[in-house]
């Protein structure tokens, strides 16, 4: 605990609005500078609606905190402290007035709880908001796990599997994100962070309307078209096994309550379970969606009503088919597990809530929240005595999580480079990838953090899901992935039936948008195949805007050129925080990439 002889609501009031900020409306284009340079972050940070701290002075920022705290020197009662805390949100045009209230309101206890023991000053506020020129913030400190003191085992580069050899098919689902409040016919553009819903009003000339399957703006999918989606998945079946990332609910992260929150996991768990059968095993990862208030997951060490105990061990009882009982008695204690997919081939699901800067939790201490990668290392130390591969899920991408979090991660891929063989995230609702070099010169491929498109629209894609191939169940396979294929539901065509162009088609296809070793003349999908594939978008710009295109699913019209393509490089190579900034830095981008890209909330 920091020793202070202000009040609490003075960190209070800086700490709460510098955690809320996130919170507005996320996956919604921001708005920008007029700045040509800046125009790449229109893309990176698609998925970002909140107040654009960019257009506001070092000197305004601390003022705009100092201000808000004095004014409550006198008192540190908590309604009081919301009630400021609501009406900054109102007078800083972060959200609409009443979302405000909502919000503020809903994590309003949590807040009081967490933040009892940290305190931010207006200028470490300034720093995570304007940035470094504003002053330090030095919460998340740096921190290290241990390696166990054994050798590294020779690298030996991976090699294409014999023609004939077995493939395991594995079907991956990613951000769902059902809107149970989801209205046809209502309006697809409305003020608050999510539209298509039974209170986004009426659309008229200038407002669309919302689709029967799903809408491009900022609306999530009804539940008929997450039920298509199972059906026709599992009709292009028979799948090995399948991963499931997290994030079950809708974007309306104002307004949820436990139960609901608890009842939509139940609903889209039972509807997996029977729609892709008794006979196949589903191993999912949690989303920062599925707690209430969103992105609110206390360490382990947290007891009692604001513990997570209540969401994990709701996971445990609807996972309990797919999920051994060992699995689950570490899901309930920190939300994270291992488990045995086949002789040979080890799956770990990481919670990575606990790498997240939204995580408020984390303010208080940062340190390997849970002992997780220190877990970690334990499990990749056994696989790698037993000479088993070993499959990484999680839902939010390493190079997007806190910068120790990140570094300490990247240092464990590097070390057990040869065991893990698949890293599978989703969260940035978009088509893409990041890479892992090795330390000493940061040239060498490693490893590739494969990133998933989503189920749901939000903001203006087509619903998704993917299929990775990888090397099969047989002595010495490598279980690298092979190939991979992302099918998608067409809205312009599944919302009009050919014929009737006002009606929906009754039951639309889920079709084949491109499989990557095809798209992009690769035979295979390793480290080094990726690598290559990114000196070819540099010298290449067609391969690349097909990627471009690609990435988001088949729905975009505006090309990414010169600036863009330099910071979605940047992004690619980037499977550590460091390297991102880094490569932010060197290109003269002053740290606008590393911002949009960790703005990502979905």
């Not at 619903?463 to 092979?482: E, H, K």
């Amino acid at each position: 605990m920091r020793l202070s002889s202000q009040p609490p609501s003075f960190g209070l009031i800086t700490c709460s609005l510098v955690l809320i900020l996130p919170l507005f409306g996320s996956c919604h284009p921001a708005q920008l500078s007029g700045n040509p340079s800046l125009d790449f972050m229109e893309q990176l940070s698609h998925s970002s609606v909140r107040f654009n701290w960019r257009n506001v002075t070092c000197y305004v920022c601390k003022a705009v905190f100092t201000i808000v705290d004095v004014a409550l020197l006198s008192d540190a009662n908590e309604e009081r402290v919301a009630r400021a805390v609501g009406e900054a949100c109102i007078r800083l045009h972060l959200a609409d007035e009443q979302v405000c209230r909502d919000i503020i309101e809903l994590f309003r206890d949590d807040f009081i709880r967490a933040l009892q023991e940290s305190f931010l000053w207006p200028t470490e506020a300034c720093a995570v908001l304007v940035g470094p020129s504003c002053g330090k913030f030095d919460v998340y400190a740096p921190w290290n796990i241990t390696l166990p003191n054994v050798p590294k085992p020779p690298v030996k580069p991976p090699s294409p599997p014999k023609p004939g050899s077995p493939q395991s098919r594995v079907l991956f689902l990613t951000d769902v994100h059902w809107d149970r409040e989801y209205d046809v016919g209502s309006a697809a553009d409305c003020k608050e962070p999510l539209c298509c819903r039974n209170d986004s009003g009426s659309p008229n000339l200038s407002r669309r309307k919302a689709g029967h399957w799903g809408t491009y703006g900022k609306c999530d999918l009804p539940l008929w078209t997450v039920e298509n989606l199972l059906k026709n998945a599992a009709k292009a079946g028979p799948w090995d096994w399948v991963y499931w990332t997290g994030d079950i609910p809708a974007h309306n992260v104002w307004s949820q309550t436990r139960e609901q929150q608890l009842s939509e996991l139940t609903v889209i768990s039972k509807l997996i379970h029977k729609h892709l059968g008794p006979n196949v095993t589903v191993y999912p990862a949690v989303g920062n969606h599925e707690s209430t208030p969103v992105n609110s997951f206390p360490p382990p060490y947290i007891h009692g009503n604001r513990s997570s105990s209540w969401l994990y061990d709701q996971m445990a009882e609807e996972w309990a088919p797919w999920l051994p009982d060992q699995a689950l008695k570490t899901l309930r204690y920190g939300g994270f597990y291992t488990v045995q997919i086949q002789p040979g081939l080890r799956l770990v699901s990481l919670n990575m809530n606990f790498c997240a800067r939204e995580n408020f939790w984390l303010m208080v201490n940062s340190t390997d929240p849970g002992d997780q990668l220190q877990w970690l290392v334990h499990i990749l130390q056994a696989s790698e005595d037993k000479g088993e591969k070993v499959h990484i899920i999680g839902h939010i991408p390493p190079g997007l999580c806190l910068s120790s979090w990140s570094w300490n991660y990247y240092h464990i891929v590097n070390r057990y480079e040869s065991t893990i063989t698949g890293q599978f995230f989703g969260h940035t609702h978009l088509d893409e990838f990041q890479m892992f070099y090795d330390e000493e010169t940061m040239t060498r491929p490693l490893g590739v953090a494969f990133i998933a498109p989503s189920v749901t629209t939000y903001v203006l894609l087509n619903p998704g899901y993917r299929v990775y191939y990888v090397d099969g169940n047989y002595q010495g396979s490598s279980r690298l992935v092979l190939d991979h294929e992302t099918y998608i539901l067409n809205l312009t065509e599944a919302n009009h039936s050919p014929g009737a162009p006002h009606s929906p088609q009754k039951d639309p296809k889920w079709t084949l948008l491109y499989r990557a070793t095809e798209a992009y003349g690769l035979s295979t999908l390793f480290p080094s195949d990726f690598n290559r594939l990114i000196g070819t978008f540099i010298n290449d710009d067609p391969v690349f805007q097909k990627f471009w295109y690609l990435r988001y699913k088949g729905h975009i019209s505006k090309p990414c050129k010169e600036v863009c393509k330099t910071g979605i490089l940047c992004y690619l190579r980037s499977g550590r925080y460091d390297d991102l900034k880094q490569c932010d830095y060197l290109n003269g981008f002053k740290g606008s990439l590393a911002r949009a890209a960790t703005k990502t909330l979905c």
